[in-house]
Structure formats: C-alpha cells, structure tokens
C-alpha cells in the first residue's frame, strides 16, 4: 500500500494552475526528490503534502495515523531560547511522559552533535539549520519534508547532512539544487514542469536519460500536430466552392486542434547570459607573497603565497567563517594584508557578485536595480531595450517593474546575474552566485563561466558546480592554512586522502630515526596471513555494498519489500565502517 497518494490535484493562486491534473505515489522509505524551475510549485506541493494547503481538485489519500515533520526554507528570527528548548517544543503538544520527552530530546542532540545550551539566535545559519532539523526529527516522523535544506550551508555540513539523510528511517520528500545531494540520496525524481507531474523511479543521473527522450518525443508530438493544424487552416481558407462542401465534422476538428494548440503549456525558456568582457588583463593577475591576515589575535591567513594567471578558473571552499570572503577582499585591495604583499596586475577590470547583495536596493525595482532608470543597454557593440534584456533572465515586463522586496530568493540572484553580466570585465568575483538558482539556471551559468575567457575567483558550495568549472581550488583549513589544489571539489578530495595516507605512513619512519639502532620489523606468519586476506576480504564487502545500492536503486524495491529498507540501511552502515577499517589496517600492514 502507498504511504501518500495525490490523485488528479490542480492547485494554483488564481490565473493558469501550478499544478494541473497531477497524480503521484509514494511508498514507505523512498526519498523523493522535487525539481523545477524556480516559481514552478516546489514549495506549494510540499505544503499540500504537508496539510497546510487543500487542492483546488482532487484528493489526498494517506496512511491513518501518518506523522509527518517539515523544515521550511526560511530561518525563523528573534528565538531566544535554548538549542534544548528549541528540539523539545513538539513534544508539548504529543502528550508524552517526561522520561519519553527527555530520551527523545537527548537522543535527537547527541545524534546531531548539538550544543544544548547555548541560545538559538546566537548560532550560525548552518548550526541554525541542524537544530531545526532535531526539531523535525524529535517527532520521530513517518514522513521528513526539507525546503532546500542546504541552502546556506557549507561543503562540511552539506556532506553531513548528506550521509545522516542516507541512515534516516523516515520517508524523505526533499527539494534541493544540489544535484551531488540529489544523485547520491533520491530514490525518486519528480519534476513539476508546466503543471505537470514527471516522475522517475532512480537516480537523477538516470531522470536526465528518461527526460530527454521524453522531450525528444514531445517535440515530435507537437511537430506533427502543427503541421496537421497548418494544413487545416489552409483547406479552411479555400474558395467558395470547398467551403460549400466542407465538411461540418471537420471543421468543429479543427476548432478543437486550435483550443489545443492555444491551451497548449509553452516550456519556460533559457536564460540568455552574454558577458561584457573588454581588453585582455596582463598575464599575472594576483600575486601572493607570505601573506597573513590577522583578526582580533586570530590567524585568518597564514603565510600564504600564491600566483594567479590570466584565465585562471579558481574555486575558493571552507567552512563558514573559515575566511573565504576575507580572501577575496584581500586580492580586490578591500582589506590590507598584516604581513606579506598581494600584487594586483596590470589592466584589471573586476565585475563582482557579492552574496550579501549590498548594491541592490529593496525599494526600487527590477528596472531600476538592474540599469538604473535607462531604457537601452549596451551588449557588446549592440544596443539593447532593458525589457529584453530582462527577458533573457526569465523576468516577464511585468515582474521587471515589481520593487525587489517581492521577489524569491532565486529572482533576486538572476539580479544580480543580470546587473553583473551588463559590467565589462577580465577579472570575475562571484561570492556564493548558486544559492536559490533552480538546476537549469545553474547548468547554463556552468556553460557561461567555462566559456568566460578571464579569470574567475568563485566561492561556492556548489560540488558540482565546483567540479564542472574550476581550474584549481583554495581551501580554507583553519587555523589560518590554506591549502591549494589542482582541479576541482572531486580533485581535492583524492589528493587530501592521497596525503593523509602519505603522512600517516611517514610516523613509522619518525621513530625508526629516533631510534637509530633499530630496524623495522618484519610482519609476523599471523600478520602476513591477515595482509594477504584482506583484498578479498575488501572484494566481497564492495559487491555487497553495490548489491544492497542496486536493491535500493530499483523502483519495485519499494512496492514489494519495502519493509527491508531500516535492515538494508542498517547494513550499508556497517559494510562502510568495515571498509573503511579494513583499508587502514592494509595500509599499517604495507
């Protein structure tokens, strides 16, 4: 039996529908993932599914007795309670007994590893996050709905969050434009696109197969219908003698093909970035010579040297308050270095986008904002009226005269995106430009910056996004070390686990030359028989994680053993902590 059921839903605010006609099943255990563009009813679909919307049409079948638990998008302010409090409130309002409400609350704190006294409008925004998250889970919910839950939250805690979401025995309906977290943790897409409900048993990596090919039919669909309708209208305008024998059945078919056609839902389109670049930088752009930064006694930055070329694309990732934007002001001239130089090269042209959105103004509008009053911009060597510019950053004329207080999170970046690209440049900053941009926008912005022939400083949380981009990337290690690596967020990865594995093996060898009169030691008959064991051992535990992740992987797991998932889980737990110390006992035995 299904754990949800929407059956032939239409929901909207007045005007066309959000959602039209739309059905869609969900069984115990699955994490289902919500795409679409921004605006499409992401958020609205999951307040149905939550109860605090009711359908304009249609019904909302669930199990009796079904708990469900909602972290919204947005951060409630002005909490001046406990982290403690905060995760307990729910509990009031269920009727437990003391000692219940107290194992609970405790169990959900050392589960998220929280701070149970400290007060919640002290906290940061990711820490923010998590404490509502143990708000949510205290309930212990049949069904977990998250909005976007890693907006704002750096690459440490998405990847947290991440792994503990894997373990989670809820149901998860999640919408998210993480598409590494959208990957590794749906089960089930399902894409809300011109009212319609997509939905895809799998991966996303699999979605974006079956979504191609179903638009590569709905083309043809629709060809084929244009050309039908363009032959009736040329048979309807023939001379008077067809139209006396026309047929009456063939032209109230005709009218019905033009209802179609003008009720037709015409796909959103792209957004058109074109980027005002101008005369090459010289080759060195930024040199970084032993430089430190110092804030309050707290080493920022510490004894960092690097060059930056001309083209370089460089991604800048750490922890929240790590010095990532105080970096960036480093190189801009905004902040002086305590020790060390910063060399900015010559003909330097810096367009920036800064996260905190500092230059828009919430009083005026779109317009406004964006060209400040002017009727035309200029695109290159061409002229262009700022409704059409506007246009090609999805903003209707309508929308482009609304002041800036109203927009969504993902308008106010397109902004930004759209005031940035009218800027020339050869150096381009971009300070957190992914948060609240649907995956499509994100996608085309991807294939702008590849494309950008200057050099780019993005810091982002974005993996993929990172993945996709950069060139290099500048971690932010604490305690002042910054580390640089080639490639992207994947690429760093593997030379970070490459190193720990180099300075694990080199501590042997410390003490072998404190001791010099002693020699390594063989391993024993036991020791060689258990080295010798282990790549089998490490064999079958990884063809059994990629049988359980293939079981989990298939829709009809969850129609027909769905009641397997906790064991399932349970296992893949465990199998990853064998690996992982069966790897590090092979490397102490090599």
Not at 410 to 437: H, I, Y
């Amino acid at each position: 039996m299904s754990q949800i059921c929407l059956r032939n839903i239409t929901l909207g605010h007045g005007g066309r529908p959000l959602i039209e006609s739309a059905n869609l099943v969900i069984e115990r255990g699955e994490r289902v993932c919500l795409i679409g563009r921004n605006g499409a009813g992401k958020t609205t679909l999951m307040k149905l599914i939550y109860g605090q919307m009711t359908p304009d049409a249609g019904l909302v079948d669930q199990e009796s007795a079904l708990r469900m638990a909602m972290l919204s998008q947005t951060i409630p302010k002005d909490i001046h309670k406990s982290v403690l409090e905060v995760v307990a409130e729910p509990l009031d309002a269920l009727g437990l007994e003391s000692w219940d409400q107290q194992y609970r609350v405790e169990k959900v704190l050392t589960q998220l590893k929280l701070p149970t006294d400290v007060i919640f409008d002290k906290l940061s925004g990711g820490l923010k996050r998590r404490v509502l998250l143990g708000q949510a889970l205290v309930m212990e919910p049949d069904v977990l709905l998250l909005d976007e839950p890693t907006n704002h939250l750096d690459i440490e805690a998405i990847t947290w969050l991440e792994k503990f979401l894997l373990n989670a025995r809820p149901t998860i309906i999640f919408v998210t434009h993480d598409r590494v977290l959208m990957q590794n943790l749906a089960t089930q897409i399902v894409e809300i696109d011109n009212g319609r409900l997509i939905s895809w048993r799998g991966h996303y990596e699999d979605y974006l197969k079956h979504k191609e090919v179903l638009l590569q039919t709905e083309e043809k669909a629709n060809a084929l219908f244009d050309k039908k309708l363009a032959n009736e209208e040329i048979w309807i305008r023939q001379g008077i003698k067809a139209r006396r024998t026309r047929n009456e059945g063939r032209v109230r078919a005709l009218e019905s093909m033009r209802k179609e056609r003008s009720q037709r839902r015409v796909r959103s389109g792209n957004i058109n970035f074109s980027q005002q670049e101008v005369e090459q930088a010289g080759k060195i752009v930024f040199e970084l010579k032993n430089v430190c930064y110092r804030y309050d006694h707290t080493d920022i930055i510490k004894n960092f040297s690097s060059t930056i070329m001309r083209g370089d694309k460089i991604g800048i990732i750490g922890p929240n308050g790590s010095g990532k934007s105080t970096l960036l002001n480093l190189l801009l001239g905004h902040l002086k270095s305590t020790e060390g130089t910063v060399k900015i090269g010559t003909n330097i042209s810096v367009a920036y986008f800064d996260q905190k959105q500092s230059e828009l103004n919430e009083a005026k509008t779109v317009l406004e904002n964006v060209a400040g009053g002017t009727e035309t911009v200029i695109i290159g060597d061409q002229k262009k009226h700022i409704i059409s510019y506007l246009q090609d950053f999805l903003f209707s004329p309508e929308r482009a005269r609304s002041p800036l207080k109203v927009l969504s999170g993902g308008e106010r970046n397109r902004v930004m995106l759209a005031k940035l690209f009218l800027q020339p440049s050869n150096v381009l900053v971009l300070d957190e430009p992914t948060n609240d941009l649907d995956v499509e926008t994100l996608e085309l912005l991807e294939e702008q910056l590849m494309n950008y022939t200057g050099t780019l400083l993005l810091v982002s949380h974005d993996r993929a996004f990172l993945n996709n981009i950069v060139t290099s990337t500048v971690v932010m290690e604490g305690d002042g070390k910054v580390g640089e690596y080639f490639g992207g967020y994947d690429d760093w990865l593997r030379q970070k686990a490459y190193d720990d594995e180099q300075n694990a093996t080199k501590e042997p060898a410390a003490i072998k030359k404190d001791e010099p009169g002693k020699t390594a030691s063989k391993l024993s008959r036991q020791e060689r028989k258990e080295l010798d064991a282990l790549p089998g051992r490490i064999e079958k535990l990884e063809k059994k994680q990629a049988e359980y992740h293939k079981q989990l992987a298939d829709p009809d797991f969850y129609k027909n053993n769905a009641e397997q998932l906790p064991t399932i889980q349970e296992a893949l737990t465990q199998i990853e902590t064998d690996l992982h110390a069966a790897y590090v006992r092979w490397a102490e035995l090599e």
